[in-house]
């Protein structure tokens, strides 16, 4: 039986109202509650089963008291040996069962934590895929981290101790039965006191789950401002903020540190109600079955049998304990994870989807036109302005809005940090609406005379690749990272590392193909992480390439090979550039200008070098600067 990894099918459409929205399954966002009732739902199977493994784990526990109370009365007391060892044995072969169901037990019980974890984490990875660049809007990159991490490891807890609680309240009641057939006095005790423990303990839950939810928001900000300082580490240090960032960070962990100690004096008060309450219990059993003995209403096999249940019975209640502390965790988890699955992809689906054929790409906001199988250029005095247009072209939101910012600015309590709270709350809707009102609608973008809008997001993602300077890199191996999905040979993939001069990152690897790459490509120089994401694209061989400054980071030789190799490789295919390199504007089949947000002239390089003062300052400004040196190297 497979259990690991489960399949996760939410998510996959780029678009909202997407026909095929009913087959996935979307978990359930409305609330905490209904989303950690949707993750118990979708492992009920293995819940059952390892209720039932524990079920038979427990057994020796529920009856094992009985038997020897049968023993004591029946086999000792009467001088019966046959039945003294009969029930021996039994109790043995119990014991035996148990031990063997427990392996099984914790065994499945590891399968559920870990395919609640792999479950959550996964569902986060769709919905930042399907949110694409838009989702940093809406919630901070700490705070996803924290979600697929931390979160879902709650999430496994309570999966696995809902079989716990399930089987605690099952020998529960089998043995309230029993003690109320052996002793009605006692049986009533044990009824009324036992969910007296529980009860007592929920007037702290409360403040428990309100103490873990700021301890939970302040270590997300803390995650956040790590991640922040560290890909931005380069640039701090040269500009000297260390110490700045530094102190704030360790400000913040202060805060998380006051809030975790606030948090774990709730744990620790509902743990010592509970031991006090379980204790009482014990000693009120014991008490009165020592009563109830001395006034002959009980042999001493049952008073016996009677401490067995009383010992026994702190393992359910103990459960009852774990379960709910468990569980207020992950509502709080749920809280945060649904703020991030809860949210809608700004785009629409068409209500009729076109497919156009391949064709001229033409943008109404600025002029510009890209004919197909050629290479066009975009030339820009500000590269924000071809960059601003290359996501156009993609269908992608304005990179330069502003970003939505959830972090507390400054440490607030009770109705302040509430105030804040709402105004974030406020910020969100105001920035879902301003996504909204860019995605809807027409997009001013055409293929083949069809605007963008009209076709199926999935569609354009696929058939339009946009590849700038933020792309990343991943750890594994160099393979994995020229063709991450394993769907082309590896001629195919040499021809793209030739295309892009990137043959030297392969003969640097002592193991080739299989040489370890580092996280974001540490071990990797500047321009050759960038001439390793540029083959990767190229092997995706997309319809129509859209590359932002491609280059940059290499050295002029090594650009010059690219620039002679690349148009051959991409050969009666649609490619867009943005870059004002004369090594690339000399191989162009079209230059477009833009000045202020419009093409103000295009043709040749050498046509607009001629005719347009502004392109050449543009250029010639370019190539006046210093080029990197090394930076392919």
Same mark, same amino acid.
């Given at each position: 039986m497979k259990l690991y990894p489960p399949p996760v099918r939410a998510y996959t459409n780029l678009a909202r109202n997407s026909a095929s929205d009913e087959t996935a399954e979307t978990p359930d966002t409305r609330s905490p509650l209904r989303f950690n009732l949707w993750m118990l739902g979708r492992q009920r199977g293995l819940i059952a089963i390892n209720a039932v493994l524990y079920l038979v784990y427990y057994?020796?526990?529920?009856?094992?008291?009985?038997?020897?109370?049968?023993?004591?009365?029946?086999?000792?007391?009467?001088?019966?040996?046959?039945?003294?060892?009969?029930?021996?044995?039994?109790?043995?072969?119990?014991?035996?069962?148990?031990v063997a169901c427990s392996a099984g037990g914790h065994f499945i019980g590891v399968a559920c934590w870990l395919v609640s974890m792999f479950r959550v984490t996964k569902l986060v990875i769709?919905?930042?895929?399907?949110?694409?660049?838009?989702?940093?809007?809406?919630?901070?990159?700490?705070?996803?981290?924290?979600?697929?991490?931390?979160?879902?490891?709650? @999430?496994?807890?309570?999966?696995?101790?809902?079989? /716990?609680l399930i089987v605690a309240v099952v020998s529960f009641g089998f043995v309230a039965v029993v003690v109320i057939r052996e002793n009605l006095g006692l049986g009533r005790l044990v009824l009324v006191a036992t969910p007296m423990v529980v009860i007592v303990t929920i007037p702290l839950l409360r403040p428990l789950q309100r103490a873990q939810q700021l301890e939970r928001e302040r270590a997300s900000k803390l995650t956040g401002m790590a991640v922040d300082i560290v890909s931005?580490?380069?640039?701090?240090?040269?500009?000297?903020?260390?110490?700045?960032?530094?102190?704030n960070y360790a400000k913040q962990s202060q805060s998380v540190r006051q809030a975790g100690v606030r948090a774990?004096?709730?744990?620790?008060?509902?743990?010592?109600?509970?031991?006090?309450?379980?204790?009482?219990? =014990?000693?009120?059993?014991?008490?009165?079955?020592?009563?109830?003995?001395?006034?002959?209403?009980?042999?001493?096999? $049952?008073?016996?049998? @009677? @401490?067995?249940?009383?010992?026994?019975?702190?393992?359910?209640?103990?459960? @009852?304990?774990?379960?709910?502390?468990?569980?207020?965790?992950?509502?709080?988890?749920?809280?945060?994870?649904?703020?991030?699955?809860?949210?809608?992809?700004?785009?629409?689906?068409? +209500?009729?989807?076109?497919?156009?054929?391949?064709? $001229?790409?033409?943008?109404?906001?600025?002029?510009?036109?890209?004919?197909?199988?050629?290479?066009?250029?975009?030339?820009?005095?500000?590269? +924000?302005?071809?960059?601003? =247009?290359?996501? %156009?072209?993609? %269908?992608?939101?304005?990179?330069?809005?502003?970003?939505?910012? =959830?972090?507390?600015? /400054?440490?607030?309590?009770?109705?302040?940090?509430?105030?804040?709270?709402?105004?974030?709350?406020a910020a969100r809707a105001r920035q879902v609406r301003q996504d909204e009102r860019l995605a809807c609608g027409t997009w001013g973008v055409s293929l083949a005379g069809v605007d963008l809008s009209e076709m199926?997001?999935?569609?354009?993602?696929?058939?339009?690749?946009?590849?700038?300077?933020?792309?990343?890199?991943? $750890?594994?191996?160099?393979?994995?990272?020229?063709?991450?999905?394993?769907?082309?040979?590896?001629?195919?993939?040499?021809e793209a590392l030739w295309a892009t001069s990137a043959e030297d990152v392969w003969e640097a690897f002592a193991d080739g193909w299989q040489g370890l790459i580092d996280e974001k490509g540490r071990g990797l120089s500047g321009g050759q992480r960038q001439r390793m994401v540029l083959a990767r694209v190229l092997l995706m061989n997309p319809e129509i390439l859209v590359a932002v400054e491609p280059t940059s980071a290499v050295d002029a030789h090594t650009e010059a090979r690219i620039a002679e190799r690349l148009p051959a490789y991409r050969r009666g295919r649609t490619t867009i550039m943005t870059t004002v390199s004369p090594l690339w504007l000399r191989r162009a089949d079209k230059v477009a200008f833009l000045l202020d947000g419009r093409v103000a002239a295009q043709g040749s390089h050498k046509e607009l070098m001629a005719t347009c003062e502004p392109y050449r300052a543009t250029v010639v400004r370019d190539g006046a600067a210093p080029q990197t040196s090394g930076g392919g190297k």
């Open positions: 057994l020796p526990g529920i009856l094992n008291p009985y038997l020897l109370s049968r023993i004591v009365d029946d086999g000792i007391i009467a001088g019966n040996w046959a039945v003294t060892w009969r029930l021996t044995i039994v109790m043995v072969i119990l014991i035996v069962v148990g769709r919905k930042v895929g399907q949110m694409s660049h838009v989702v940093t809007r809406r919630v901070p990159a700490g705070e996803m981290l924290s979600v697929a991490n931390s979160d879902s490891d709650n @999430f496994g807890a309570v999966v696995e101790y809902v079989s /716990r931005g580490l380069r640039i701090l240090r040269g500009i000297g903020g260390e110490r700045t960032f530094g102190d774990g004096t709730w744990w620790a008060s509902l743990d010592g109600v509970g031991a006090i309450t379980t204790g009482a219990l =014990l000693v009120g059993l014991t008490w009165f079955g020592i009563r109830e003995l001395t006034q002959g209403q009980l042999t001493i096999g $049952q008073l016996v049998g @009677f @401490f067995g249940y009383a010992i026994f019975l702190q393992r359910p209640v103990m459960i @009852f304990y774990e379960f709910f502390q468990r569980w207020t965790l992950s509502l709080v988890s749920a809280a945060k994870t649904i703020a991030l699955l809860s949210q809608d992809p700004p785009w629409v689906a068409p +209500d009729q989807i076109v497919s156009p054929p391949s064709g $001229q790409i033409v943008d109404s906001e600025t002029g510009f036109t890209a004919e197909p199988g050629q290479l066009t250029i975009i030339v820009a005095p500000l590269p +924000d302005q071809s960059a601003a =247009l290359a996501d %156009r072209i993609g %269908r992608y939101l304005p990179a330069d809005m502003e970003s939505l910012e =959830l972090s507390i600015s /400054r440490e607030l309590k009770g109705k302040a940090e509430r105030k804040e709270s709402a105004k974030r709350a199926d997001l999935g569609e354009v993602r696929q058939r339009i690749v946009v590849s700038d300077a933020s792309t990343a890199v991943f $750890q594994g191996t160099l393979q994995t990272l020229v063709d991450p999905h394993g769907t082309h040979t590896r001629t195919q993939a040499e």
